[in-house]
């Protein structure tokens, strides 16, 4: 059960950054596609399944976020990504503050995925100081 699940969420956050990538070169680019009914419900489904299986594996292997500084980051970094999201594709009123919190978002999620390989809130860090 454990493996199907870790691959799951290792799916389902592949396919959310991919999807959030694309939707960021969509908006920049002021495409059409960005307002396509399946762009704008999507990534909300894959976003929640993303969501569902990292809290399936916390309950599944008995975690909890306030004795593992770890997992405590990670969720850190999601509130970082949702709402430097939020601005990058609603609430940025201007394409600079858009492309801000865009970049913003995505180092979010490359901190969110570091922290999970390397077990360390340092995340990425952790390599440098090996």
Do not use: C, E
């Not at 399946?38 to 292997?61: C, E, M, Q």
């Not at 865009?102 to 999970?116: C, E, K, L, M, P």
């Amino acid at each position: 059960m454990y493996f199907i699940l870790k691959t799951s969420h290792m799916v389902f956050a592949t396919i959310a950054i991919s999807g959030f990538l694309l939707r960021g070169y969509w908006v920049m680019t002021d495409s059409k596609l960005r307002h396509v009914r399946a762009t704008r419900i999507l990534p909300h489904v894959i976003d929640a399944l993303f969501l569902a299986t990292g809290i399936w594996l916390v309950i599944l292997l008995n975690l909890n976020p306030l004795q593992h500084a770890w997992l405590l980051a990670k969720f850190a970094g999601l509130f970082a990504y949702i709402g430097f999201g939020m601005v990058a594709f609603r609430f940025g009123h201007s394409a600079k503050i858009r492309l801000v919190a865009f970049a913003a978002a995505v180092a979010s999620f490359a901190y969110i995925a570091g922290t999970a390989l390397t077990k360390s809130p340092a995340s990425w860090l952790t390599y440098a100081t090996m």
